[in-house]
């Protein structure tokens, strides 16, 4: 891998120098971001052609947009993000664009040069965050001719090729992985440890048959549950307290001290029944799609100050009948989680209320067997979180050198021509 002859500044301090003969321009003058059209949940439905978000494919639709091939760029939730689409399609409106109509360079030149302008850093919008196109268009990029985009897009394709078969391999043993986690999770929490345990018919037909000395109970008579009505606000005349909020649920098996929580005020009759206590489990209650409610986080410690915040469910188990370590593992299976699927109201977002929770069926093994099933888990799993970070690092590497690899090729530190000669 050789450079090329003579470097020029380009101007721009992440890029550096560039081949005397490329171009440096601003990205307003290389492509254009057309913005995609609606299209109603129900148009997705039927069709054949791919309907692209801002993360992806998100349905099919009777027709298309777009002219092959084409390049989507996230404007809203996943903004920034860029993918690469060989067929007709149909970007709708949280993204933008670029097809034969809106440039004159190489779409799959373009598809390798845009990520590394980072552009999920440029939003502006603190509310709904988002791409700014002006923002985007004011980048400089380098330029060399349409004949070497296509030597350059050759180059990379060859390069890459075996390094996202590498990734992609490794992300399906992590799939494998995480299958194998929710099997051992489910088995443990709805047939127990003993294999050659007396079975009963729980009379429940998505739990079908359970040890013969277990119950079936409502979570209400296994926990006090309460929703949170503290917000993010400070009041005055409120004590002041840190928050634990939806994100710190959703993101986190346990939550610890090490979490960064928001700082915030309540009442004391508040945080008399919402510190979170050694034991504690905290589920989301509300969420954009109805599979994904009820997401739980563990407390193995009591967090002095720490209050359970909005949009939270704050579940306190009964000593005497259950073991919170055992509920946070229950409220992952499957079953047990459709439950909360399946209670969840709404169009656009989607809540559980305290009466769904309360009356949501449990597995009841006794309390010195929910705690050996816990630490069991706790075992397995922990050694599959283990292969499964480990595997993820090597992931992280792999997807840095190809961008390393990617950036040093598109902005001309290394020549691709044929040979690396000067024509």
């Known amino acids: 891998m050789r450079p090329y002859p003579k470097y020029k500044d380009s101007g721009v301090e992440w890029i550096g120098d560039v081949p005397e003969h490329w171009s440096a321009l601003r990205l307003k ?46 404007r809203k939730g996943s903004f920034g993000k860029v993918t690469f689409s060989e067929k007709k399609c149909y970007p709708i409106d949280t993204t933008y664009y670029i097809d034969c109509t809106s440039t004159k360079n190489y779409m799959r030149w373009l598809w390798y040069l845009l990520p590394l302008l980072k552009m999920d850093e440029f939003s502006r919008d603190s509310a709904v965050p988002g791409l700014n196109r002006e923002d985007a268009y004011r980048n ?49 929490v709805t047939k127990g440890l003993n294999p050659d345990a007396p079975m009963k018919d729980s009379g ?47 993101y986190n098996d346990n939550i610890t001290s090490n979490i960064e929580f928001m700082k915030a005020t309540a009442r004391q009759d ?55 370590n055992y509920l946070f593992w229950s409220f992952g299976t499957h079953g047990i989680s459709d439950q909360f699927e399946i209670s969840a109201n709404g169009v656009t977002r989607f809540g559980i209320g305290k009466q769904a929770i309360d009356n949501s069926l449990f597995l009841s093994p006794p309390i010195e067997e929910q705690e050996g099933i816990s630490k069991f ?47």
């Not at 006090?224 to 928050?243: C, F, P, Q, T």
């Not at 905290?282 to 720490?306: H, Q, R, W």
Request: charged share 25%; with cysteine; glycine share 6%.
């Open 270 to 324: 508040q945080i008399d029944i919402l510190c979170l206590a050694e034991g504690d489990v905290l589920i989301t209650k509300d969420s954009e799609s109805p599979d994904d409610i009820a997401v739980p986080a563990f407390v193995p410690s009591s967090l002095s100050g720490v209050v359970c915040g909005y949009h939270l469910a704050h579940v306190r188990p009964y000593q005497k009948h259950a073991n919170g």
């Open 140 to 188: 400089i990029v380098t330029l060399p001719s349409l004949y070497e985009q296509k030597q350059v897009v050759a180059y990379l394709d060859h390069k890459t090729t075996p390094i996202d078969n590498l990734i992609s391999k490794k992300q399906k043993f992590i799939e494998l992985l995480k299958e194998e986690r929710a099997a051992i999770i489910n088995q443990a």
């Open 204 to 250: 429940v037909e998505w739990l079908g048959e359970i040890p013969e000395h277990w119950e079936v109970k409502k979570l209400k008579w296994l926990a006090k549950i309460r929703l949170s009505n503290i917000d993010k606000k400070s009041k005055e005349g409120e004590l002041d307290v840190e928050l634990c909020n939806y994100v710190d649920v959703y």
């Open 29 to 74: 003058w290389v492509c254009n971001f057309l913005y995609g059209e609606s299209l109603s949940a129900q148009e997705r439905e039927d069709g054949t052609i791919p309907v692209y978000g801002s993360n992806g494919i998100v349905g099919y639709h009777n027709r298309s947009i777009t002219e092959k091939p084409c390049i989507i760029v996230g």
């Open 377 to 423: 888990i706790e075992m397995k799993t922990t050694k599959i979180d283990q292969a499964t970070s480990k595997i993820e690092k090597q992931i992280g590497l792999l997807k840095e050198f190809r961008t390393a690899l990617i950036s040093e090729v598109v902005t001309g530190k290394i020549d691709v021509r044929d040979g690396g000669s000067n024509g």
